[in-house]
């Protein structure tokens, strides 16, 4: 098991950028890839992005294709999401997990996740 912990949340204007992070803990070895997902007041949860901690596998949600970028730093055991252009609508409480295997956008693939972040983007 790993424990996540999300950082770098607040509220920005549309166009700002942001950058989130997610300290991973635990059994680290356990973690193959790191997902982002997010999840708006009402909605159902969202996929963002998916990246394995090599780098070599990565993947993004429809709407945030081309402004958010996801990276991983496996000597720090943490990830980041690069968030750029952001719009109202990227708002939501942002939360990263952990997968054993590559889940891309399949969240039931993700066995820990962290407490998650807010992200509020104002007109």
């Known amino acids: 098991q790993v424990q996540l912990a999300e950082s770098g949340g607040g509220s920005v204007q549309a166009g700002d950028s942001l950058r989130l992070s997610c300290a991973v803990s635990?059994?680290?070895?356990?973690?193959?890839?790191m997902g982002w997902f997010r999840q708006a007041p009402g909605k159902d949860r969202e996929f963002v992005a998916a990246i394995s901690w090599s780098g070599n596998q990565f993947l993004y949600g429809d709407s945030v294709n081309a402004r958010f970028t996801a990276s991983a730093d496996k000597a720090k055991n943490t990830v980041y999401l690069q968030m750029s252009n952001l719009k109202p609508e990227d708002t939501g409480v942002y939360y990263c997990?952990?997968?054993?295997?590559?889940?891309?956008?399949?969240?039931?693939?993700?066995?820990?996740w962290g407490q998650g972040t807010q992200v509020t983007v104002s007109v």
């Open positions: 997990a952990s997968a054993i295997n590559w889940s891309g956008s399949y969240w039931l693939g993700y066995k820990d």
């Open positions: 635990g059994h680290t070895d356990d973690s193959y890839a």
